[in-house]
């Protein structure tokens, strides 16, 4: 079984630019999670999907981040514009139930200079 | 609103040596916790996942505990080895919404052989 994608890996990109990163779950997993996890910090759940719907998105910062999930398969996270508090590793995540086991991607790290 | 704390931020311990990670919590309406592994540039392994009606889970060398009265659970791992060496970080699942995750900040343990 495939895991869960992420691209790009790495990102480096100026303040006040915007960035996309892609996810791909693993297949048949309906809640789909992204995460932001900053140097030395555990992630943080920036939005939840249940098939293409939001479930939580309490810590999104909305005026600069958004996303989506097309069809209920692939997600795009978005940034615009980039702060340099943005530099840390975006992960995405999947699971069939979603209290079931999260499993996830090796994250996108994000350089904002 | 959920708080997860993980004790100690760091350790190294010699080969061989049986040691304890803690995590605690402030909200008991769990719906269950689960200790997840972190290499450096890495996305995240699940290691166990304890459902909040059970006690322990038992993996190879890993055996992790939860006692949701106190808001606590340990992650004991057996006759370390330097591949344990990595960053375990433990997340809440909570029973109400979204089911939503928090987790902690993490131990960084060093194995020394």
């Known amino acids: 079984e495939a895991g869960v994608a992420q691209s790009p890996r790495y990102k480096i990109i100026e303040k006040r630019q915007s960035v996309a990163f892609w996810c791909n779950p693993i297949?048949?997993?309906?809640?789909l999670y992204w995460y932001q996890q900053i140097l030395g910090q555990g992630p943080k759940l920036l939005i939840q999907?249940?098939?293409?719907?939001?479930?939580?998105d309490s810590q999104l910062p909305k005026d600069r981040f958004s996303a989506e999930r097309l069809k209920g398969v692939d997600s795009t996270l978005k940034i615009q514009p980039a702060k340099l508090e943005d530099s840390a590793v975006y992960l995405c995540?999947?699971?069939?139930?979603?209290?079931?086991?999260?499993?996830f991607g090796p994250g996108t790290r994000l350089t904002v200079l | 609103k959920q708080e997860v704390t993980q004790i100690p931020a760091a350790l190294s311990v010699p080969e061989g040596e049986n040691l304890v990670l803690n995590c605690s919590f402030t909200?008991?309406?769990?719906?269950?916790l689960q200790w997840f592994r972190q290499d450096p540039g890495k996305g995240l392994t699940s290691l166990l996942l304890?459902?909040?009606?059970?006690r322990e889970q038992t993996s190879g060398r890993l055996n992790a505990s939860l006692d949701k009265s106190s808001g606590r659970s340990t992650l004991y791992i057996a006759a370390s080895q330097p591949g344990d060496s990595a960053t375990y970080l433990c997340?809440?699942?909570?029973?109400?919404?979204?089911?939503?995750?928090?987790f902690g900040a993490g131990t960084r343990l060093f194995v020394k052989a």
């Open positions: 997340a809440v699942r909570g029973n109400t919404g979204g089911f939503k995750t928090i």
């Open positions: 995540a999947s699971n069939r139930w979603v209290t079931d086991t999260q499993y």
């Open positions: 304890i459902q909040s009606s059970q």
């Open positions: 909200d008991s309406a769990i719906y269950n």
């Open positions: 297949s048949g997993h309906a809640t």
């Open positions: 999907f249940q098939n293409n719907g939001v479930v939580d």
